[in-house]
C-alpha cells in the first residue's frame, strides 16, 4: 500500500477495487485447475484428481510466505476453500465419513477436503472402508486416536481386514460444549446425553457441575443433540456442528478436562500418495509369539534413527498373527532409508502391511 487512505469511504473503494483483483486471480486459478484436469485426464483416463502431496505444499507454502496480518492457519484454511473449489471443477469428490450428520468426523472431513466436497454420513466405521472399498465414495473419513481417551479400536481392526490405503490425516482439536433446547428448564437439568469418548473427556467438569444428572451414552454427540430437542429437563455433550446443526444453546463451552484434547482422523482412500516433503508411514506387523519379539520390531527403527510417532498393540484374530502391531513413523516408503528398514523388518516379521504413506497433517 503506498498512501494511506483517511475515511471510511475511500477505505470500501479500496476494498472493492481489492475485491475486483481476488476475484480475477481466483477464476484465472480455476481455469489453470480446469486444463489440470485435461492433462491429468489425457495422460490416463482412469487418473485420480486429487492429489493429497501436492495440496500439503500448496498449503504449507502459504503458511511459509504470509506474513499477516490474517494469521497463517486462518490463510491456509481460506486457500484449503480456493482449492477445494477448483477440485470440484475438474472432479466432484465423494468422502464418506462416520455419521450422523454434526459429528467431529464430518467437521474433520470439512476441514480436510473442504465445503466443496460431496460428505456422505456412514453408520458405523466398517461401513465406512465398505463405501471406499465399493467404490460408492473416493474417499473415507475414521477416527483414529483422541488425545485423552487413546486408540479408535474399531479403526484399527477394520485395516486388518482391509485393502484400504491411508491417504492423509488431519487434527482436530475437540472442543465440547453443554448443549440445551430453547425449551429446557437450565436449573432442572436430570440427565446429560453423549458419546461414552465425550462423557471421558469431560468427565470431572460433569462430577463438578452436574454430579447428580444421569449420564446417558448414546451412539454420537450429533445424536444426543438431537434427543435434547425435544426433553425439557436434558442437555447434550456435543461440539459446535452439533449445536448448530440442532440450533441448541450453549449453557457451557468447552468444557472438556483437557485444554489440548484433539482427535486425529485417518483419510482412506484407494491410491498411493508419492511424497510431499514431511509424511508419515503407517504399517501393521505381526510378530511370532517369542522372547523379544517387540525389540527385534524396534531395533532397526531406532539404528536408522526413524522417529515412531505411534505405536498400538491389537490382539490377533488369527493364528499367525500372534502380536498385531499398528506403527506410524515419520518418513515415506519410497524413501531409501525408510526402504530399508521395512526390508529388514520383513525379515523379521511374520507379516507386514505398509498402510501407507502421506502427507503429516497441515491444518
Ligand atoms: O495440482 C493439481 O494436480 C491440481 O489438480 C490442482 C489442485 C489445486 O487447486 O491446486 C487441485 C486439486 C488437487 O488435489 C491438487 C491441487
Redesign the pocket.
Known amino acids: 500500500m503506498t498512501d494511506t487512505p483517511i475515511n471510511l469511504d475511500e477505505l470500501r473503494e479500496r476494498i472493492d477495487h481489492l475485491d475486483g483483483d481476488i476475484l480475477r486471480l481466483i477464476s484465472e486459478r480455476a481455469e489453470c485447475?480446469k486444463q489440470?484436469?485435461e492433462i491429468?485426464t489425457k495422460a490416463d483416463p482412469d487418473t485420480v484428481?486429487?492429489?493429497p502431496e501436492?495440496?500439503a505444499q500448496?498449503l504449507r507454502r502459504i503458511m511459509a510466505l504470509n506474513k499477516g496480518p490474517l494469521d497463517s492457519e486462518e490463510m491456509a484454511r481460506l486457500f484449503r476453500e480456493i482449492?477445494s473449489a477448483?477440485?470440484a471443477l475438474?472432479r466432484p469428490i465423494k468422502v464418506a465419513y462416520l455419521g450422523p450428520e454434526g459429528t467431529f468426523t464430518q467437521q474433520a472431513a470439512l476441514k480436510h477436503f473442504g465445503e466443496s466436497a460431496i460428505s456422505l454420513p456412514m453408520a458405523a466405521i466398517d461401513e465406512v472402508f465398505r463405501e471406499v472399498e465399493a467404490g460408492a465414495a473416493n474417499y473415507g473419513v475414521v477416527p483414529v486416536e483422541n488425545s485423552t481417551e487413546g486408540v479408535v479400536n474399531h479403526t484399527l481392526d477394520s485395516f486388518m481386514d482391509s485393502s484400504m490405503r491411508i491417504c492423509g490425516e488431519v487434527v482436530l482439536r475437540i472442543h465440547q460444549h453443554l448443549l440445551i433446547s430453547h425449551n429446557t428448564r437450565r436449573d432442572k437439568v436430570s440427565r446429560v446425553y453423549s458419546h461414552p469418548q465425550s462423557f471421558a473427556q469431560c468427565r470431572k467438569w460433569l462430577d463438578a457441575h452436574f454430579p447428580s444428572a444421569e449420564r446417558v451414552p448414546v451412539a454420537s454427540n450429533a445424536e444426543a443433540a438431537r434427543l435434547v430437542k425435544s426433553e425439557w429437563h436434558s442437555a447434550a455433550i456435543a461440539g459446535d456442528m452439533a449445536a448448530k446443526l440442532y440450533d441448541l444453546e450453549k449453557i457451557a463451552e468447552k468444557i472438556e478436562d483437557r485444554p489440548d484434547n484433539s482427535t486425529r482422523f485417518l483419510i482412506i482412500g484407494n491410491q498411493d500418495v508419492p511424497m510431499s516433503g514431511e509424511d508419515k508411514t503407517s504399517i501393521v506387523v505381526a510378530m511370532r509369539n517369542q522372547p523379544g519379539a517387540l525389540h527385534d520390531l524396534l531395533e532397526p527403527f531406532h539404528r536408522h534413527q526413524i522417529d515412531l510417532t505411534r505405536l498400538e498393540t491389537r490382539p490377533s484374530r488369527t493364528g499367525v498373527w500372534n502380536y498385531v502391531f499398528f506403527i506410524d513413523f515419520k518418513g515415506h516408503c519410497e524413501d531409501p532409508v525408510v526402504e530399508a528398514v521395512l526390508e529388514e523388518v520383513r525379515l523379521r516379521a511374520a507379516e507386514l502391511k505398509v498402510l501407507g504413506s502421506y502427507p503429516m497433517g497441515v491444518l
Open positions: 485447475a489440470v484436469a491429468k484428481f486429487y492429489r501436492r495440496e500448496v482449492m477448483c477440485l475438474e
